[in-house]
């Protein structure tokens, strides 16, 4: 069976929600709508390909008709969101391990996306420092536990004595570590290699709708 697009595994797994939650079958518009797609006839040729691909099945004698193939859907990857994390000025926290708790939702991935590591969740972003990085306020950034990082790598970083959490690029200088935001009008935060500690490492991006 040919691969799912990330679109047609978010549609199903909508229809599954969908069902699950309601007891009947999404519409075209409500399947647009849940799953931020632009118009109506872009959810029909999703829809139509994933029939034919034996993903579901519809009557089109018949209101609300879309049923999953169950024994035929692959498994969708879902990950912890596990909080919040500033990308401006550090967040405080209670905890260098606040985000290891229960997680308010989970993130459905790809498999192209995970590629088959292990300790990944993801944080929602607040703030502005790394929009020259592409990552806007709302987004969520996808993270691995991580303990060290390159130079340049951007990371979520634990800063001890502050008891703050904050995403930069990390560089190491002489006898300090540079917490670099990417965004020109704002200004690094210098840190020395003690009071930084490193909880993991940025691995990819999701988008706002609307960004």
């Known amino acids: 069976m040919a691969r799912i697009t990330r679109t047609r595994l978010r549609i199903l797994s909508f229809i599954r929600d969908f069902l699950q939650?309601?007891?009947?079958?999404?519409?075209?518009?409500?399947?647009?709508?849940g799953c931020g797609i632009?118009?109506?006839?872009?959810?029909?040729?999703?829809?139509?390909?994933?029939?034919r691909e034996g993903h579901i099945h519809r009557d089109p004698q018949v209101f609300r008709s879309i049923r999953l193939v169950e024994e035929e859907l692959p498994a969708i990857p879902r990950v912890p969101l596990l909080g919040t994390i500033a990308a401006g000025e550090p967040l405080p926290v209670p905890a260098p391990d606040t985000w290891t708790a229960v997680p308010e939702e989970t993130v459905q991935l790809t498999d192209e996306l995970i590629r088959g590591r292990e300790g990944i969740y993801a944080l929602r972003?607040?703030?502005?420092?790394?929009?020259?990085?592409?990552?806007?306020?709302g987004d969520i950034v996808l993270m691995q536990q991580a303990s060290t990082v390159d130079d340049g790598d951007m990371a979520a970083v634990w800063l001890k004595k502050q008891q703050e959490v904050t995403l930069k690029k990390v560089y190491r200088e002489k006898n300090r570590i540079r917490l670099q935001p990417a965004n020109r009008q704002m200004k690094p935060i210098y840190q020395e290699p003690d009071n930084v500690e490193i909880q993991g490492k940025v691995i990819g991006v999701i988008r706002r709708i609307g960004n």
């Open 21 to 33: 939650g309601r007891g009947y079958a999404p519409t075209v518009r409500d399947i647009a709508k």
């Open 125 to 137: 972003v607040k703030g502005s420092s790394m929009i020259d990085a592409l990552i806007e306020d």
């Open 38 to 51: 632009s118009t109506s006839s872009v959810v029909q040729h999703h829809l139509n390909v994933l029939e």
